[in-house]
Nanobody, 116 residues
Framework: QVQLVESGGGLVQPGGSLRLSCAAS????????MGWYRQVPGNQRELVAT???????NYADSVKGRFTISRDNAKKMVSLQMISLKPEDTAVYYC??????????WGQGTQVTVSS
């Protein structure tokens, strides 16, 4: 069983930056594929970025060039660096872990609001 706890969300102005972190406990972190997803009320949860246990990245087209996902297996953490934030990035961001792709375990989410 893997527990995930996100942090780092908040209110930021358009064009600003935020760094989200996800701390994992339980399981063998290095064996999991990790991902960040986001959800706006009334919409489906959507993929933002994933990183495999080997470190391969994948990004949604809407965030390419602005968001960077990274992982630190020693610290059992995955991060999402977000720059050039837009109002449409406003959502609850969720961390996820899984074998053969994220999705088996989820954190509780952290709110990101981009507004002036």
């Amino acid at each position: 069983q893997v527990q995930l706890v996100e942090s780092g969300g908040g209110l930021v102005q358009p064009g600003g930056s935020l760094r989200l972190s996800c701390a994992a406990s339980g399981g063998i972190f290095s064996s999991y594929d990790m991902g960040w997803y986001r959800q706006v009320p009334g919409n489906q949860r959507e993929l933002v970025a994933t990183i495999t246990n080997f470190g391969r990245h994948n990004y949604a087209d809407s965030v390419k060039g602005r968001f960077t996902i990274s992982r630190d297996n020693a610290k059992k953490m995955v991060s999402l660096q977000m720059i050039s934030l837009k109002p449409e990035d406003t959502a609850v961001y969720y961390c996820s872990a899984g074998i053969g792709g994220p999705g088996n375990y989820w954190g509780q989410g952290t709110q990101v609001t981009v507004s002036s």
